[in-house]
């Protein structure tokens, strides 16, 4: 470890749970270094952030942005690098032995990441374990989707395998679709086939739930649930507006079981969809979460739990390490991303959906979102007082973002 503080590189520093991080460790007494592939990245202007550093796109050059991060590491006597995304993520866990004796990488197991990184492999572990899952059909061609989607009913949801697919040259992003028919499904399916496999899904309407661990080998040191309030794309993806909310003691059953079959080492947000049928296991994010400034600001403080589990719980002179729970939390905290607010907000004011099959928020909500945005009430996850520029770097490219949104819909 460096003599002086330690030294811990957080990458896809535009991120708010990037910045979340930065700010957390810069508060607790560690020597920050800010990286991202974008000049003009929010976390670079973090107070917290001692050094900045730039590395190539790895959606597009993943090797050449692991070389510079191992070379930047050695150079920079850097203790531990957090990777934030998955284009990161998965890359550095490729390349993790080539960091040996260089820095440690707050990255799991091969073999757990690359069953949480596939959805089917998680949807099998959660069904050995007994953990409630939606009617689900592998399919990997336009024929084998249309003979399994009259059994899960109308509409039925289309997801790739994984996210995001690691190659040498590149990563590729894979999105949730949706289909209403024969002929919709087919369309969906063609651009797909021959690219990854498919999980079809029956379609569960319900509210997202997040259940947040630390866990060592399995074991939970630090948990935290969060409810969806607002989504992009509305239809279900990110969220843009969520409250914290006292762990329920049955998705942290399901959820804990699951963590400690694969013996999962560092942070994983693992996803329920509640409705009216009870909850069902959706997949498990085997990396930083974007709702993560939520639990933070919530008490449960992540980023430094996470690097004492790596350096060592004496990393910035704090307590033992030990398990806590939701007891530190404080329920009922809200948090937004400003951009997929702003975002959502104009989706369901436009009422131009792209799936006008599935239920929407009303009109009177946006306006009503719209209406809170500047309040404090609702939170924000980038803007803070005591650290103004990154939150305002972040509203500037929200407001240009949602702009061109705009044109480009007109």
Not at 91 to 102: H, K, M, T, V
Not at 177 to 193: I, K, N, Q, T
Not at 279 to 290: H, Q, S, T
Not at 374 to 392: A, E, I, N, Q
């Amino acid at each position: 470890m460096s003599a002086d503080r330690p030294r811990v590189l957080v990458t896809d520093a535009s991120r708010g749970s990037a910045i979340a991080f930065i700010r957390s460790l810069g508060r607790g007494g560690f020597d920050v270094v800010a990286a991202d592939y974008n000049p003009r990245s929010a976390g670079f202007r973090s107070r917290y952030a001692s050094e900045r550093l730039m590395y190539p796109d790895p959606a597009h050059a993943p090797q050449e942005a692991v070389e510079v991060l191992r070379r930047e590491a050695k150079r920079r006597e850097i203790d531990l690098i957090v990777p934030v995304s998955d284009d990161i993520l998965l890359p550095l866990s490729q390349a993790r032995a080539s960091f040996e004796g260089i820095c440690r990488l707050a990255v799991p197991d091969p073999a757990a990441l690359a069953t949480f990184t596939d959805k089917e492999a998680t949807l099998q572990l959660g069904r050995r374990l007994g953990v409630p899952t939606p009617r689900t059909a592998m399919v990997h061609t336009v024929a084998q989707a249309l003979q399994h989607a009259p059994d899960l009913g109308w509409p039925v949801v289309v997801k790739p395998v994984a996210s995001r697919v690691y190659r040498e040259d590149s990563v590729e992003a894979f999105e949730v679709v949706y289909a209403d028919g024969p002929e919709s499904l087919r369309a969906r399916m063609a651009l797909l086939e021959g690219r990854c496999a498919v999980l079809l899904q029956e379609y569960r309407v319900g509210e997202g739930h997040g259940l947040e661990l630390l866990t060592d080998a399995g074991r939970p040191i630090a948990e935290f649930q969060h409810r969806r309030l607002h989504e992009v794309p509305i239809t279900g993806g990110a969220s843009s507006l969520r409250e914290s909310v006292p762990i329920d003691p049955v998705l942290r059953e399901h959820a804990v079981a699951l963590l400690q079959a694969v013996r999962w080492t560092g942070l994983a947000m693992v996803e329920f969809r509640v409705g009216p049928e009870g909850p069902v296991l959706m997949e498990i994010n085997g990396r930083i979460w974007g709702s993560l400034p939520l639990a933070v600001k919530s008490g449960v403080d992540f980023p430094r739990r996470l690097v004492e589990l790596y350096l060592g719980a004496g990393a910035s002179n704090g307590e033992a390490l030990s398990a806590i729970g939701q007891g530190g939390a404080v329920a009922g905290v809200r948090s937004r991303n400003i951009g997929l607010e702003m975002v959502w907000i104009a989706s369901v004011l436009r009422r131009q959906r792209r799936y006008p099959f599935l239920d929407a928020p009303s009109r009177r909500e946006a306006l009503r979102a719209a209406l809170r945005l500047p309040l404090p009430r609702d939170g924000f996850d980038v803007l803070s007082r005591d650290d103004p520029m990154p939150g305002l770097a972040d509203l500037a490219h929200a407001t240009g973002r949602l702009a061109r949104k705009l044109r480009n819909a007109a």
